[in-house]
T-cell receptor, first 114, second 112 residues
Framework: KAGVTQTPRYLIKTRGQQVTLSCSPI?????VSWYQQTPGQGLQFLFE???????NKGNFPGRFSGRQFSNSRSEMNVSTLELGDSALYLC?????????????FGPGTRLLVL | QQQVKQSPQSLIVQKGGIPIINCAYE??????FPWYQQFPGKGPALLIA?????SEKKEGRFTISFNKSAKQFSLHIMDSQPGDSATYFC???????????FGGGTRLMVKP
């Protein structure tokens, strides 16, 4: 099976712009979670989707949003970009929403905000 | 508020040594504790995970020790190899959801 794929892998934006990142989960996986990784804050949970519904949301401002499509693919959007949004954005998929199921991470999208 | 505290931040050992990475948590609702390994340019990959009803779990050269009363758990890497050089993250998850809370990470270097 192919792993979690994320596009694009690298992205450069300027302050005030918006960005959309895409995640395709492992085939058959229906739960997708997003995380932000920065040197200062480490790995932080953004949100989780299952069956096109957001189930959990981390402590991030409303500029961060996401959605999931019927084929389980997910996108996250960041509007009005700030310098501090520069980070590696990771997507993880699991078969379902049950807590005991392993999450598999993609390689991430590295976003640089200038 | 950092709910999972990980130490040390960095660690250097010789090949064959046994690096030990420690994590402590506060939230008693956590009941699933995975460890992830991350190489530069890659996403984290699950190494091994434990539930609090078990005090120790081994998978290959990786062992988790868990102390529920102290709310601490640790990762031991037996017979470490240069290829184990990576950043290691402990994490915890509540039984109510699929959200992982990560420790700050430990950068391990295994010298040949």
């Amino acid at each position: 099976k192919a792993g979690v794929t994320q596009t694009p892998r690298y992205l450069i934006k300027t302050r005030g712009q918006q960005v959309t990142l895409s995640c395709s989960p492992i085939s058959g996986h229906r739960s997708v979670s997003w995380y932000q990784q920065t040197p200062g804050q480490g790995l932080q949970f953004l949100f989780e989707y299952f069956s096109e519904t957001q189930r959990n949301k981390g402590n991030f401002p409303g500029r961060f949003s996401g959605r999931q499509f019927s084929n389980s693919r997910s996108e996250m959007n960041v509007s009005t970009l700030e310098l501090g949004d520069s980070a590696l954005y990771l997507c993880a998929s699991s078969p379902g929403p049950l807590y005991q199921e392993t999450q598999y991470f993609g390689p991430g999208t590295r976003l640089l905000v200038l | 508020q950092q709910q999972v505290k990980q130490s040390p931040q960095s660690l250097i050992v010789q090949k064959g040594g046994i690096p030990i990475i420690n994590c402590a948590y506060e939230n008693t609702a956590f009941d699933y504790f995975p460890w992830y390994q991350q190489f530069p340019g890659k996403g984290p990959a699950l190494l091994i995970a434990i539930r609090p009803d078990v005090s120790e779990k081994k998978e290959g050269r990786f062992t988790i020790s868990f102390n529920k009363s102290a709310k601490q758990f640790s990762l031991h890497i037996m017979d470490s190899q240069p290829g184990d050089s990576a950043t290691y993250f402990c994490a915890a998850r509540e039984n109510a959801g699929n959200m992982l809370t990560f420790g700050g990470g430990t950068r391990l270097m295994v010298k040949p």
